[in-house]
């Protein structure tokens, strides 16, 4: 039988995607985490807002045209001299 021409995923690939896929569930563990915490008391919000509040105001700001003139000025700061050239 012929193949559809797909190839399967290289081993670097699926380590790769393992490693993200990791990450990505660590992080929302943390987050769910330090929710609980700050929901039950057990965290002050002045020590650990809680990570709803912390999620919208990302959103807030990232849909704001100042902050993202602001953090497209800062990136070009950091542009120059980026990639470095190899001798």
């Not at 660590?26 to 965290?43: I, K, N, R």
């Not at 650990?48 to 999620?55: D, E, G, N, R």
């Not at 700001?61 to 190899?86: I, K, N, Q, V």
């Amino acid at each position: 039988m012929r193949s559809n021409g797909a190839h399967p995923p290289s081993p670097a690939w699926k380590a790769l995607a393992t490693r993200w896929q990791r990450g990505l569930i660590g992080l929302a563990a943390f987050l769910l985490l330090a929710q609980l915490l700050g929901s039950s008391g057990v965290l002050s919000r002045s020590v650990l807002p809680l990570a709803s509040t912390v999620l919208a105001r990302a959103a807030g700001l990232a849909a704001s045209p100042r902050f993202l003139t602001d953090l497209a000025a800062t990136l070009e700061a950091w542009r120059p001299g980026w990639p470095p050239r190899s001798r």
